[in-house]
């Protein structure tokens, strides 16, 4: 397996769109493949919610700044089955970048970084993000490497909001887009089920309004964010056959009620062994932007008419993912985003995965994408 590393992007000091400031910000990014003689052979991918920017290889040594959270469940890339030598993504042809969130947890500048004009950790006064912030922030990456035009920008789930943005934000560099089981706006029911999340992690006595990186971190608080969201990733037919194992201990968690079944065992599984690699507080940055999202308003339109009018001026190719299965991103979502580029007459494949696994299919079964993902990238 290809050994990745990654490099960081200085950024110098970043005013957001909401007015907060983060000094002399940077960019965790990796690359994969190589830039042919026009730069045209690019694709940027954004990674979902908890993920990172190694997409495929493997990085053993942490990024820079989370050597605490670089787990060994991080060290292989999270889509190796789609990104790589003769994969759907065929790295041989293409010159692939991921970067980790501005506001995350895996090298770029988050709240858990030190602030250079105070020495201690942003915490509580790093700044609220939305989607538009993260897409600004990887655009000077394009510049860094003389990228005019991205061959295509792919995003499964969250990562398919930006990609959305990038594309509408900025229509002539994108020929391509591939948003994968995403939305176009956050539905009511996702804003209360993120709604929760917050008030788990705002709710946890050691959450001290972020500030708590030099004592003990809102670990409860963080596992039931955790758990809250997962059942919403994994169809409850694999969540059923998953939680057929043993019951694993979790006295910590819990001082009057005791664990006497495989599903809650499971959950309270998954909800710790995510406090081990992930931050707080950039879990609250990255679901607030979920939370708020609407792509008429990141992209600084009047409408969805006005929105796609763009997308369809450039050139670009739709390629849209449904799973049948998920209960994160639903399907009515994804049918709600091509109905508005079908109207803008903008040239759209939309295709409906049929699968048992739920919203994390994208990350399970390659081999449900991969035709369509190669068709469009041969074009």
Known sequence: MSVTTSSLLPLGDLTLREGGLIPSAHLAYATWGSLNDENSNAILIFHALSGTHIVSGQQVDPPPGCAERWTEELHEGWWQEMVGPGKAIDTDRFFVICANYLGGCYGSSGPASINPE??????????????????????????????????????????????????????????????????????????????????????????????????????????????????????????????????VEEEEMLSWFQVRDTFQSYMLHQGKKFTERFDANTYLRIIDMWSRYNAVIQGDADSPADLFKRSKEAGQKFLVFSIDSDFCFYPEEQAELVRHLESAEVDTMHITVHSVKGHDSFLLEPELYTPHIRELLAD
């Open 118 to 247: 105070t020495g201690q950790a942003f915490g509580s006064t790093f700044p609220h993000l939305n989607a538009a912030d993260l897409v600004e922030a990887q655009i000077p990456l394009l510049d860094h490497f003389g990228i005019r035009q991205l061959y295509a920008v792919i995003g499964p789930s969250v990562g398919g909001l930006l990609a959305i943005t990038l594309a509408t934000r900025y229509p002539a560099r994108v020929a391509r887009v591939v948003p994968i089981a995403t939305g176009f706006k956050t539905t009511v029911l996702n804003r209360l089920i993120l709604f929760e999340q917050i008030l788990s992690i705002e709710n946890d006595k050691h959450f001290k309004g972020g500030d708590y990186y030099e004592s003990e971190p809102p670990r409860i608080g963080l596992a039931l964010a955790r758990m809250i969201s997962h059942k919403t990733f994994v169809h409850l037919d694999t969540f059923e056959r998953r939680a057929r194992e043993k019951l």
